[in-house]
């Protein structure tokens, strides 16, 4: 009889969910069972997280029946939003309320919330160094999140708060990999100015949850902050030429500019750059990369993960 405790992934077809189903299929100590979420069982996605080993299950956000089904008799859960599929900061709100509710029915023993920041609590709404975004946040795909963490503790859940970090994969997948400049050059575009961003390989992340989930109550109560390594634009320039062979620079722009992007999202990017630009002594302290290795000791340096990603670097 299997008597391992299984834990519950939202996203699990995703980045962070993703990480995280792999992280326990291949955990050495085969320590849980997992159980991955998906709204379509029939993806070559889902059918390959099947072959890789997980009982996989249909379930919506946006549907708390299905996620109290879902949830039912796992001892940990998983919760992530999904903001870039619908730029709501209501919807991540509504839909973290769901996924706490789903864990208070479901008796969950361990709930990790992926995070972060409600940058108001630092640079408030009053504050004019950066607009307010959609009526009442500065950014608003951080804020909702830190805002929801009440939906998780008042309710009384056994809840680790994860402040997940910018995921180096936006290199690859979110279009800010290096791109050509009018004089030929190849440049990565980040209004930081000299200033460090923390980041991670999002692989990591599901990692990182998985040492949270094996410490058992260690963490419960807690907020854990992650990151992979805390470098400036110039430092992760020299990265990407190292691996590409050819120059690569650093183009530090204005906040302001970087919100007149005009893509979807840009102004909510620019005001969350600007917030780790200005508040770097707090966001880099609250993303622990000593603490992230202790969870993770696999966790990649920038250098590993270009060594191991530089292929899938899109280039003009
Ligand atoms: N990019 C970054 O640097 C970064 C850093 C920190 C935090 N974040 C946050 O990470 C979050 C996204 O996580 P991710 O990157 O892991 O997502 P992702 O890779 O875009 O994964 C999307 C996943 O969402 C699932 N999904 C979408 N809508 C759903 C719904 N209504 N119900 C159930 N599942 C749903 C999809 O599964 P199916 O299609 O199989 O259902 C898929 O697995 C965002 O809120 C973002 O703000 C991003």
Redesign the pocket.
């Known amino acids: 009889m299997n008597t391992k405790k299984t834990i519950v992934v939202?996203?699990?077809?995703?980045?962070?969910?993703?990480?995280l189903v792999r992280a326990i299929l291949n955990d050495p100590d085969h320590e849980f069972n997992v159980r991955a979420?998906?709204?379509?069982i029939t993806?070559d996605?889902?059918k390959e997280l099947v072959k890789l080993g997980a009982e996989v299950v249909k379930?919506?956000?946006?549907?708390l029946e299905s996620l109290k089904k879902a949830f039912q008799g796992a001892y940990g859960a998983f919760c992530?939003?999904?903001?870039?599929?619908h730029f709501s900061p209501e919807k991540?709100q509504a839909?973290a309320k769901a996924m706490a509710d789903a864990a208070k029915y479901a008796g969950t023993k361990h709930v990790i919330w992926?995070t972060?920041d409600d940058t108001r609590k630092l640079i408030p709404l009053t504050d004019d160094r950066m607009p307010t975004l959609m009526g009442k946040y500065k950014v608003p795909?951080?804020d909702a999140?830190g805002e929801a963490n009440h939906y998780f503790t008042d309710l009384g859940l056994p809840v680790t708060l994860l402040n997940?970090?910018?995921?180096w994969?936006?290199f690859i997948y979110?279009g800010l990999g290096p791109k050509k400049g009018p004089d030929g050059k190849l440049a990565i575009t980040m209004p930081m100015g000299d200033k460090k961003l923390p980041?991670i390989a999002?692989a990591d992340?599901g990692k990182s949850a998985l040492g949270i989930f094996k410490a058992g109550n260690k963490y419960i109560g807690k907020t854990v902050g992650i990151a992979g390594e805390h470098l400036t634009g110039k430092q992760m320039a020299d990265g990407f030429a190292r691996v590409l062979g050819k120059e690569v620079v650093y183009n530090s722009i204005p906040p302001e500019v970087y919100r007149s992007f005009g893509f979807p999202g840009a102004e909510d990017m620019g005001n969350m750059f600007q917030f780790k630009r200005d508040f770097e002594k707090e966001y880099c302290k609250s993303r622990d990369v000593e603490l992230t290795r202790s969870l993770n000791p696999s966790l990649l340096t920038f250098d590993k993960w270009l060594d191991q990603n530089k292929k899938l670097i899109p280039l003009e």
Do not use: C, M, P
């Open positions: 939202v996203g699990a077809t995703g980045a962070q969910g993703g990480g979420i998906t709204r379509d993806t996605k889902a379930a919506d956000v946006d549907d992530v939003t999904f903001f870039w599929n991540e839909n992926s972060l795909h951080f999140k997940t970090v910018f995921y994969d936006n979110f980041g999002a992340i």
